[in-house]
């Protein structure tokens, strides 16, 4: 897994944000319970299927924006009533590339009015360079997003990728994925649609 190092920076440049995830934790999980949702991500066995860090209520999450393969704007209110796997990635991260085919299986299959994607590129090279990315990797279904100048990572916290971070329909944090999975297998495909229900 490579690592980004952005909590120094954030520390010294906006101590406000790091202030608000701190205080970001208050409305419960939309009528899931912490407890509930761990043990979905539990297999019979005991070993986790995602390995969700699941937060015990809900969290608020800061204003951020991103942009699409056209440079519009959008936040996560564009996608409102839905939920998302808000997913950190670049083309030149190794277990990024290993992931994204199964995220892109994953949509295939359950992206639609509820639930989505939204692929974060970390590339500073453009949206062209993730475009020819697309196309190499036959990937179909999931949108491409930029994130270039690591806005939203850094409003997010996110301190490594691949990361996805599982918000609900209100647009409310409740579970980060640290590290790669396969989306694509059963109990994957099963735990998620459970959570979409």
């Not at 407890?35 to 066995?45: E, F």
């Not at 500073?124 to 190499?136: N, P």
């Not at 999931?142 to 996110?158: F, H, K, N, T």
């Not at 059963?186 to 459970?194: F, G, I, K, S, V």
């Amino acid at each position: 897994m490579q690592i980004f190092h952005l909590f120094a920076p954030l520390l010294l440049r906006w101590p406000g944000v790091v202030l608000a995830a701190v205080l970001l934790f208050a409305s419960p999980l939309g009528g899931m319970a912490a407890q509930s949702l761990k043990d979905m991500d539990t297999r019979s066995d005991g070993s986790r299927i995602l390995n969700m860090v699941v937060h015990d209520a809900a969290r608020s999450v800061p204003e951020f924006k991103f942009v699409d393969a056209a440079g519009n704007q959008l936040s996560t209110k564009d996608f409102r009533g839905k939920f998302i796997a808000l997913h950190f990635w670049a083309t030149w991260c190794m277990p990024c590339r290993a992931e994204m085919p199964t995220i892109d299986a994953l949509q295939e299959l359950l992206g639609g009015e509820d639930f989505t994607f939204v692929p974060l590129s970390l590339d500073r090279k453009g949206a062209q360079l993730v475009q020819q990315y697309y196309v190499d990797h036959d990937l179909k279904n999931i949108p491409l997003y930029m994130d270039e100048r690591m806005d939203a990572a850094q409003v997010l916290l996110v301190n490594g990728i691949p990361s996805t971070i599982l918000l609900n329909r209100t647009g409310q944090e409740i579970a980060r994925i640290l590290g790669d999975r396969d989306w694509s297998a059963p109990d994957a495909t099963d735990l998620m649609r459970r959570l979409i229900e």
